[in-house]
């Protein structure tokens, strides 16, 4: 593949619902424009997208895939992006750096969820769409019906620029309604005719409502239409192609990918009302505390954001770059504004799914991969020396499920902790903590499909085999009313003993307050040099665990009176007899279990707000309010304990069909009812046995 300026380049994203054919329509393009010579089909694994085991073993894509084609003069950088709503990121990351996103609809299944969710963020970035009808050629397939479904949740800005021709086994071709002229490919070739008998009628008058809708964007054309003077279709392309690029108009044309039907004239589309690099606005940048616009300019300074980290046993870690300006050259040296450190980009490659070819440019606008950069990560913006500005990436969504690892070969602590690393880097939708209280390495991502994926990959990426355990909820405890006790250790083995006696006062604080020392001890009770040891061993009983076997918090202990010995006292007498008298103290204060309770804010729409209401009263949620959100959604807002959001993420899906999503975050720890305190001590101590 040879340089092409910015201009003749089109940047397109192909997003959808899982199954809707975004992975064989970029096989088809790739087919049709002569990159491969033979189609692969993603049931025997074989397409070019799909090309990581793990995605043929699960019959989905799992993450964004590079198929750069041939039109003409023109280049158009495919981004094949994952269906399943575990991978979300991945569409995210593809529609950062495309200029037009193909929204891939099936004609057997129509609008589904994840179509909702890719539209969404598609307008969120105020971002042209033009919609594909996917899979005519299947039983049940249904054109008009789609359509309907399109326009009722998209809007009047769906314009239909084709019609089939033929009902599903016996689909051939399309109609033209912008050159009213009909499209066959019955010979494994695009014929041109005229619009077959029994849909003339129906076609124009689909033809007349497009030409109006058009021109109306116009104010010329509109004149000119309203005294009789009928636009060509070149006019109306032009005219089209600006509603396209301003995203008030989003074509919608149709075919086949598996059977090669019309994927000609969708490559032809993209490349004629496609919108470039040079029609989109500018980035902005952060440069210090200020923000500044950077056009897309092959002439201005060499600027590119890392969209992506791949993770290649043979090369090495590649960067995905999408050039924000100026031209990158092998060899460039650029700095990353994150760490100030100089990088240099060695060699430039062209992906093409696992393929890489070199290339001696990328211009601004381009999607380029550099392997073996030093320390660079998804996000990082590269800039000139004296330009250290910051280019703002796709928002990553917070996971929603996560699942505690362990190695299954002993020793293996710190290569699981590596590896982790590792695929984090790879996949900005994982996360990796280690849990200090309940000693426990945490993986955390979109949900089980997603974290399934990434235990096969660390085993076949790393070598690392682990064991799956629930997440420990990390429980409290503190006490209900004031106490008092007497701690004493006193120990003789001959020569110098151990002595020690402190006359501890427990009472309950706010919740959230912590832990509270008092020193209340006069006359010299307990000396000096040891009140601190006292301190220190008060804190290691309360970490230790209480009755029953979790941190004590929120408590004030009073050290009021003690004895000592001039010979046998030590900090380490202190220290013993300050940890005996709490745990005694302690019993008698009527220890009470606290949980974590977290805040969630579920949105859904309006039909299923009964349905998750009824789910977060049967959690023990609380709910505090719900409001109004973006078109028919509801916001609830509930606190929740945390140990009945373990599985959240599946059941909110199951009871929304896949509709609603949710944030989470700690809100505070509150006391366990006494019921569910005695069936949970139950089973930790049946565990422990």
Known sequence: MGNVPSGKIRNVALVGHGGSGKTSLAEALLFSTGAITRPGRTEDGTTVCDYEPEEHKHGISIS???????????????????????????????????????????????????????????????????????????ERADFERTLEQL???FGAGI?????????????????????????????????????????????????????????????????????GDVPSPQELEATLAHGVASGSVFP??????????????????????GPSP????????????????????????????????????????????????????????????RTRSEEKLHSLLMLRGK??????????????AVPKLTDVQTGDTLAPKNMPVHAEGHVIAPPLLSIALKPRAKGDEDKL???????????????????????????????????????????RKYGVDVEIELVKVPYRETISHQAEAEGKYKKQTG????????NLRIEPLDRGTGFEFVDAVVGGAIPRQFIAAVEKGLQEAMSSGGAFGFPVVDVRVTCFDGKYHSVDSSEMSFKMAASLGFREALHAAGPVLLEPVSRVEVTVPSAYQGDVLGDLNSRRGRVLGTDSGEGDNQVVLALVPTSELTRYATDLRSVTGGRGRFTVAHERYDVVPQQIAERLVKQLEAARA
């Open 64 to 138: 964004l895939a590079l198929a750069p084609v041939e039109f003409g003069d023109m280049r158009i950088n495919v981004i094949d992006t994952p269906g399943y709503a575990d991978f979300v990121n991945e569409v995210s990351a593809a529609l950062s750096v495309a200029d037009l996103a193909i929204v891939v609809v099936s004609a057997v299944e129509g609008v589904e969820v994840q179509t909702e969710v890719a539209w969404r963020l598609a307008e969120r970035l105020k971002l042209p769409r033009l919609i594909f009808v996917n899979k005519l050629d299947r």
């Open 151 to 153: 326009r009722s949740l």
């Open 159 to 227: 314009a239909p620029l084709e019609l089939p021709i033929g009902h599903e086994a016996s689909f051939r071709g399309v109609a033209d309604l912008l050159t009213d002229t009909a499209i066959t490919y019955e010979t494994g070739k695009a014929v041109t005719g005229s619009i077959p008998d029994e849909m003339e009628e129906f076609e124009h008058r689909v033809h007349e409502a497009l030409v109006e809708g058009i021109v109306v964007a116009d104010d010329d054309l509109m004149e000119r239409y309203l005294e």
């Open 252 to 273: 919608v044309v149709c075919g086949s990918a598996t059977k090669q039907v019309a994927i000609d004239r969708l490559a032809a589309f993209i490349s004629e009302i």
């Open 278 to 337: 040079l029609d989109r606005p500018a980035t902005i940048v952060q440069a210090g505390d200020s923000t500044t616009e950077v056009a897309v300019d092959p002439s201005g300074p060499p600027l590119a954001r890392v969209f992506k980290t791949i993770a290649d046993p043979y090369v090495g870690r590649i960067s995905l770059l999408h050039v924000l300006s100026g031209t990158l050259k092998p060899d460039s040296v650029l700095v990353n504004s």
């Open 355 to 368: 393929e890489s070819t070199p290339v001696t440019e990328a211009q601004a606008g381009d999607i380029v």
């Open 417 to 459: 902790m590596t590896a982790l690393h590792r695929l984090q880097e790879e996949d900005g939708a994982l996360t990796v903590r280690r849990e200090d209280e309940t000693h426990q390495t945490v993986l955390s991502g979109m949900g089980d499909t997603h974290l399934q994926i990434a235990c096969e990959r660390l085993h």
């Open 495 to 502: 020569g110098h003993g151990q002595y020690g006696v402190c």
